[in-house]
């Protein structure tokens, strides 16, 4: 077989790729030319083949190893490898240096610039900064709505939502980032909405009482299968930064000394209005954690969350950087 090229493996644009991999208990290897993974089941073991030229992130949560040649292979198809906890809780959550997850993006090429001068032309503006936030608090409201309040979620009995109830909340929370003027401020408005939301969610589910645990430190069901969802998309707001060539350090929002602010960021467009209720709903479901991940696959795809961040980042971008020019 013919040596494929690197650019032969990213003929398929980023946002438009189908597959994200959230792996456990198995090897990734290159077996006859091809990625694969393994599994051991008894005394066989199972080769499963892993598109590279169509993949977006790969997660390797417990019990997983990676091979010199597959890590090669990753990065000549722009694949991001991330190393994450099992059952999306982090594997760095008892170290003292808090890592939700640990990306490891491809070397072997450089990325546009563009984007990356126009951020940083008004990074260290507090005020550019500032609204740069607001433009992504203003996508993630959007989102929301058009999510939550779309006609497929109101037939869903298991959602049964007051659409004049989550009016009002966006509504407010969108009247008072008009007057935000500083980052602690939106942080805690953020908080407001987001703690409001979950009440919402756990309302319209009929869950009972529900409180977000910190650092993946929740026992219940619901609070498991929002830190696994999440992870997703951090993987696709890891994605959505390499792509653009945007460290992760370049925060608006999550604090300048964050490691990862930026992917928390870009995370927070899509988390509330996808992830969320899905946790939910599979939790009172009683779907386990494979059913609940390929679900929330299938929405991040369908609602082409990885698109939205990409056009986000470099309409911000652009816009900011240009206007500090």
Excluded at 155 to 172: C, D, H, T, Y
Excluded at 227 to 249: E, R, S
Excluded at 258 to 267: K, T
């Amino acid at each position: 077989m013919d040596q494929l090229k690197p650019s032969d493996l990213k003929t398929i644009l980023h946002s438009k790729r189908s597959n994200i991999y959230y792996l456990q208990y198995c090897r990734v290897l290159v077996n006859g030319g091809r990625v694969e993974y393994v599994t051991d089941e008894g005394k066989r073991s199972l080769y499963w083949n892993i598109p590279i030229a169509n993949t977006t992130v790969i997660m390797l949560g417990t019990g997983t190893s990676v091979t010199q040649a597959a890590m090669r292979e990753f990065a000549r198809a722009g694949v991001l490898v991330g190393f994450c906890g099992g059952n999306g809780t982090p594997l760095y959550a008892a170290n003292e240096v808090e890592a939700a997850v640990s990306w490891l993006t491809s070397q072997s090429e450089y990325r546009p610039t563009e984007y990356l001068q126009n951020w940083v032309s008004f990074w260290f503006d507090e005020e550019k900064r500032i609204a740069a936030a607001v433009a992504f608090q203003r996508v993630r409201i959007e989102q929301i709505k058009k999510h939550w309040l779309n006609e497929r979620m109101a037939r869903q009995e298991e959602f049964m939502i007051q659409p004049s109830v989550l009016q009002a909340l966006l509504e407010r929370f969108e009247k008072n980032l008009i007057t935000c003027t500083s980052v602690q401020y939106l942080l805690t408005q953020e908080a407001v909405l987001t703690k409001a939301l979950y009440k919402l969610a756990a309302q319209a589910t009929k869950y009972g009482e529900f409180t977000r645990a910190k650092r993946g430190g929740g026992a219940d069901i619901a609070n498991r299968y929002l830190d696994h969802g999440n992870y997703l998309a951090y993987g696709l707001a890891a994605t959505a930064c390499w792509v653009t060539g945007l460290p992760h350090g370049l925060t608006v929002l999550h604090g300048k000394t964050r490691r990862g602010g930026l992917v928390f960021d870009v995370a927070d467009m899509i988390k509330d209005a996808l992830i969320l209720p899905q946790a939910f709903i599979s939790a009172m479901a009683g779907e386990d954690e494979q059913e609940f991940r390929q679900r929330c696959i299938a929405g991040l795809q369908k609602a082409e969350a990885l698109d939205l961040m990409i056009e986000t980042l470099q309409s911000t971008a652009n816009y900011l950087g240009r206007a500090q020019k």
